[in-house]
């Protein structure tokens, strides 16, 4: 009955995504995430993150976790009360569980439409939409990325997901839409804190999120300080 | 830094509200939830949990995990998935974290506004509207009343927040509204396995969640079989 948020439900490349032991960057390098695989970076106080978007129409699941003690972590629902919004835009500051600032969101070349209700695809999900065995997943990339820098994921908080488009109407349904990014958008963070940052290039390829009749891309992200 | 999502930053009586040693209830039994406290009751497969609110205008944050082994519960991220809404309603099934089906959604005599996507009060939040010292908060009574039935709250789960009336506008912005629900209005959920049901009359005393121009009051609950 006992569920292990951090064991993953298989494998991929993101197992061996290490950017190196303990996940620290190379400053300015640019970084390129594998179509259906994930990577955690840190990011120290005062550091900016930017994740790119080369084909236009690929979604990013995006966490941040405090750092060493990874059990703070960026939080949907409390960022929510923050903002008094569920759509983060350029100037906000992004908050965890415990309610500290955890990223400053300082530019959106895209139109700003992203997801933050949503959990993270995950293996049953893609069982319930009727694929027989493994299918990469944002929830297993993030345990594996995770795990790749040598951290243990102590939950599986809902995700920042950047471009999904999903409108959510005044009563309350919804609907799974392509991104309205376009090629090159980026969107630029500062962290606030030192903490983790994982982010993984959706492979959802049953439902249109990461557009129309395309299949899951790349994703490129650098930090800067 | 590390942060210990089971500690309670204050206390009040939810430390005291075990209805038994383990949290198992007596069917058929009328329990009331004492304004700005939480109890945490067991439920069995099968079992029917009716919450009723008497004053109408109080908000009741609602929680379950799966029993033994807390560590997977009630998710509103990964239920907006399964009922491509944010707002549940009666016939629903709401599902956990590894997106098992926990609740079904019998009832509700309200005109059936929840809010789904906003974190528990605790008390960052409310000294950040200017509290100063112990203020009662939702999320302390989860902690409490999960910790009073002998188990330590493994995550802070985002509640399903019933009769909390936050409209969502096209642009993702939210206000805070008093409850459309009325006096003696219920919901009543089926457990579809075993889990522990964690109940609490929010505190809020400083926003209009709780109704205009009242004081945070009681609920009352029973399990059926």
Redesign the interface.
């Known amino acids: 009955?006992?569920?292990?948020?951090a064991e993953s439900t298989g494998l991929n490349q993101t197992a061996e995504s290490a950017i190196s032991a303990d996940g620290t960057p190379d400053y300015d390098r640019t970084y390129t995430i594998a179509p259906r695989t994930g990577i955690a970076t840190l990011l120290q106080a005062g550091d900016t993150l930017t994740i790119t978007n080369p084909s236009g129409h690929q979604v990013c699941d995006f966490w941040t976790f405090?750092?060493?003690?990874i059990?703070?972590y960026l939080?949907?629902?409390?960022t929510?009360?923050a903002l008094?919004?569920?759509?983060p835009k350029p100037g906000d500051v992004l908050v965890?569980?415990?309610?500290?600032p955890i990223l400053r969101f300082l530019e959106d070349t895209s139109p700003g439409i992203h997801d933050t209700?949503?959990?993270a695809c995950?293996l049953?999900?893609y069982h319930?939409l009727g694929v027989s065995g493994y299918h990469d997943n944002c929830t297993d990339n993030l345990r594996m990325a995770v795990a790749a820098i040598g951290l243990s994921l102590?939950?599986?908080p809902?995700p920042f997901n950047v471009w999904m488009n999903i409108?959510?109407e005044?009563?309350?349904?919804?609907?799974w839409q392509p991104p309205v990014s376009e090629k090159g958008d980026f969107v630029r963070f500062e962290a606030l804190v030192d903490c983790v940052a994982v982010m993984s290039a959706c492979p959802q390829d049953l439902t249109p999120v990461n557009g129309l009749d395309t299949e899951p891309d790349k994703l490129t992200f650098q930090v800067t300080r």
Do not use: C, L, W
């Not at 009955?1 to 948020?5: L, R, W």
């Not at 008094?84 to 759509?87: A, E, N, P, T, V």
């Not at 965890?96 to 500290?100: D, E, I, V």
């Open positions: 009955m006992s569920f292990d948020p405090r750092y060493p003690g059990t703070e939080s949907m629902a409390h929510h009360t008094d919004s569920i759509m965890t569980n415990n309610r500290t209700v949503m959990a995950d049953p999900r319930q102590p939950a599986i809902a409108p959510v005044k009563d309350g349904s919804i609907r």
